[in-house]
């Protein structure tokens, strides 16, 4: 296929991911790059305790013109739901109609070790999404639930746009009861990534599930999903550029390695090496734990070929767009998917 254009003619949906790898000003010339080579949106991660999301998105907006900007995904219970709010108002303000708020129930040892109990995650996350939701649109909002407690409240717009704001809110979703209320109350899910495609087929169980709660079908839900992406003509040194990061992931977030089937004890043999932050050092020696065929299993790494046609099994399997998350060339990765997959 060429120029981005699938069987039916439109224009293939494709995102950038990034996180916290390149400086700020790459990320930006980045986002500039994907705009010109056709990608819908990119994605700002909020990943540990490295790189807040808000900052790179304010700058991605303010050197595009068209692509959307996205994070992918922040957290609910470390932003009062009045700053939340007030926040996308103002990337709004920057990017108006541009602006996707990824936001998800976070994880731990990171939450506990800010002093943070995910206690309720569930019900935590519907408070969130329904008070976040009426203050963009506008409304003077009280509630009183039992994470959130507003009364009276309004984004008072005084120098600006009064009118109700399109920020879609997108919750990214691991575990199948959050699934489920993502199906129920999100304008659409952000799957995860390090997940096999046939992960995906459960979760739409999942969304749909909850969709019908609310008298709604999968189709009427967004499934954008993150994906690793290490492409390179030498598949060597692509599954390589792929173990390095994964080693990480598995050990810092064991919730990812269950939804991807990994041995418990491979995970465990891993966190006994690395410590919290793992070192550089850590990771090299925890990295022959991850074998090859894990990382062709869990991420898209390989040759142009190759990873384009392990993103087209993710979307066979119900996701809507793939978020790329690159790992070595970006503009090469970028340049592999701008004509299609």
Request: aromatic fraction near 6%; charged fraction near 25%.
């Amino acid at each position: 296929m060429s120029n981005g254009q699938g069987t039916d003619g439109a224009r293939q949906r494709v995102a950038l991911y990034l996180q916290d790898k390149h400086p700020i000003r790459d990320g930006m010339e980045y986002a500039r790059y994907a705009e010109a080579r056709g990608f819908e949106a990119v994605w700002q991660a909020e990943s540990r305790l490295v790189r807040d999301a808000i900052v790179p998105m304010a700058a991605y907006a303010a050197v595009t013109e068209r692509i959307k900007v996205g994070s992918g995904v922040i957290n609910n219970w470390t932003r009062n739901i009045g700053l939340l709010a007030a926040t996308f108002l103002t990337l709004d303000d920057l990017a108006p109609n541009r602006i996707i708020c990824g936001i998800g129930a976070w994880w731990d040892p990171l939450a506990r070790n800010v002093g943070i109990q995910r206690r309720k995650p569930l019900k935590a996350m519907r408070e969130t999404v329904e008070v976040l939701r009426r203050l963009l649109a506008m409304e003077n909002v009280t509630f009183h639930g039992e994470f959130h407690h507003v009364e009276g409240i309004e984004l008072d717009v005084v120098h600006g746009r009064r009118e109700p704001r399109h920020v879609p809110i997108m919750i990214g979703a691991t575990g199948p009861q959050m699934m489920e209320l993502a199906g129920e109350i999100a304008d659409g899910v952000v799957l995860n990534y390090c997940v096999p495609p046939e992960y995906n087929l459960q979760a739409m169980e999942h969304l749909e599930k909850g969709a019908a709660r609310a008298g709604r079908s999968l189709d009427d839900i967004d499934r954008p999903q993150l994906i690793v992406c290490s492409v390179h003509e030498d598949r060597q040194v692509a599954l390589d550029g792929a173990r390095e990061l994964l080693t990480q992931y598995l050990a810092q977030q064991p919730h990812i390695a269950q939804a991807s089937g990994v041995k418990p004890e491979v995970v465990e043999r891993i966190q006994s090496i690395l410590g919290w932050p793992a070192t550089r050092e850590q990771v090299r020696q925890a990295m022959p734990l991850v074998p090859d065929e894990l990382v062709q299993r869990i991420t898209a790494s390989g040759t142009p070929a190759e990873v384009k046609a392990k993103v087209r099994e993710y979307l066979a399997n119900g996701a809507t767009c793939p978020i790329l998350y690159p790992l070595g060339d970006v503009k090469m990765m970028i340049d592999t998917f701008a004509d299609g997959y």
